[in-house]
């Protein structure tokens, strides 16, 4: 669903794009800060609108970069939630499993990167680091 109010999907607009600039500049604590003023700016249920789901998963990434496995765990399952409208072609479970992967929690991350596997049929892991695929071959 999209932000029907124009004035609120202006600003939504002007905040991703300054979040994407404190990602080019490899300012992650910039990025997970703009990022969540841009989650705050959606109306609630934040979790229908469109643009939910890739602030969720922005938010999940950034914190996987400044170190923040809780909240990058967080995120990614609160991006499980989002846009639900969306195809299910495995990312929801992808990004999960990086996040657990990451923290260590090598057991839910195998079951997270099954299901992408599964409903992806491999495409969630191209252009990924080749660590994911490796592990999830290991048994």
């Known amino acids: 669903m999209e932000v029907k109010n124009r004035k609120l999907a202006a600003k939504l607009e002007d905040l991703i794009e300054e979040s994407e600039r404190y990602y080019e500049e490899s300012d992650y604590e910039g990025f997970v800060e703009v ?3 841009a989650w705050n700016v959606l109306p609630i249920p934040r979790e229908i609108y469109d ?3 890739h602030i969720a998963e922005g938010l999940a ?3 996987l970069l400044i170190g923040n ?3 990058a765990i967080k995120w990614a399952e609160i991006m499980g939630n989002c846009d639900m409208e969306r195809a299910d072609d ?3 479970e992808f990004v999960l499993g990086k996040m657990l ?3 260590g929690d090598m057991e839910n991350s195998r079951e997270k990167f099954v299901l992408a596997m599964t409903k992806s049929e491999g495409r969630v892991f191209v252009n990924e680091p080749k660590k ?3 592990f999830l071959k290991k048994k």
């Open 101 to 103: 992967f990451e923290s």
């Open 61 to 63: 990434e950034g914190y």
């Open 90 to 92: 495995g990312a929801r």
């Open 69 to 71: 496995h809780e909240e």
């Open 132 to 134: 994911y695929i490796e």
């Open 35 to 37: 990022s969540l003023k």
């Open 51 to 53: 643009e939910s789901y």
